[in-house]
Nanobody, 119 residues
């Protein structure tokens, strides 16, 4: 079992920045950040393999940066130029299967960290 703990969420004004962290209880192969806004479906926003290959949703390209410190079993999401539409609960996910993550699934999920952006 892999346990994931997110941190770093908060309330910020539009245009601001946040850095989210997700620490895993053990080594993970592939990790990703998902988000879910009230009344909307969960969506994947950023993905990273153990080797550092990344992928992003079109809606966040250029503003979100995902990274991973394998020595610390920690993944990060740097979010810049925050917009009110970025308001959501952000979840960390992990799985050995890269394609499962890309298709919105994962065997391991964190509890989430709330990001609220005011205009």
């Amino acid at each position: 079992q892999v346990q994931l703990v997110e941190s770093g969420g908060g309330s910020v004004q539009a245009g601001g920045s946040l850095r989210l962290s997700c620490t895993a209880s053990t080594y993970t192969y592939c990790m990703a950040w998902f988000r879910q806004a009230p009344g909307k479906e969960r969506e994947g926003v950023a993905y990273i393999t153990s080797g550092g290959s990344t992928a992003y949703a079109d809606s966040v390209k250029g503003r979100f940066t995902i990274s991973k410190d394998n020595a610390k079993n920690t993944m990060y999401l740097e979010i810049n130029s925050l917009k009110p539409e970025d308001t959501a609960m952000y979840y960390c996910a992990a799985d050995r299967n890269w394609w499962l993550l890309l298709n919105g699934g994962a065997n391991f999920w964190g509890q989430g960290t709330q990001v609220t952006v005011s205009s």
